[in-house]
């Protein structure tokens, strides 16, 4: 099965690294990063005709639309793909990672700074690693 990834951080230096992490660890050869949740949503409303599993690496903490709030609006959405999330945040709140994991779409949650080893644990990621492993 074939797969994109999404980058979603109001912060256009995040989304560089991230980018660069994915391609360095073999994750993805040209992941898309957009600043807002918004710009993203806009492109999977796009991708109705696609049949690529999306994984979302999104920040919660963004201005205007949060990564919550791009949550709660992906299930309306009524796309007819596989939609796997990471969490990826700043925010060492706890009651933030115990609100994450009450999101069925929500696969993991990392915090920032992201390093190789954060992308180690998404290939390791359920149900993530089927989709890396084909």
Sequence with gaps: ???DILIVDDEDIIIKLV???????GLHHDPRGFLTGKDALGYL????????SQI???????????????????????????????IITSSIN???RIKASQY???AGYIEKPVSMKNM?????????ASLFNT
């Design 1 to 3: 099965m074939k797969y």
């Design 19 to 25: 980018r660069h992490l994915l391609i360095k660890s």
């Design 45 to 52: 409303s796009n991708q109705k005709d696609s049949n690529n």
């Design 56 to 86: 979302i690496l999104l920040d919660i903490n963004m201005p205007d639309f949060d990564g919550w709030d791009f949550l709660d609006f992906i299930p309306t959405m009524g796309l007819d793909f596989p939609v796997y999330v990471v």
């Design 94 to 96: 706890k009651s933030d």
């Design 104 to 106: 069925e779409l929500v």
């Design 120 to 128: 180690e644990e998404i290939k390791a990621l359920e149900p993530l």
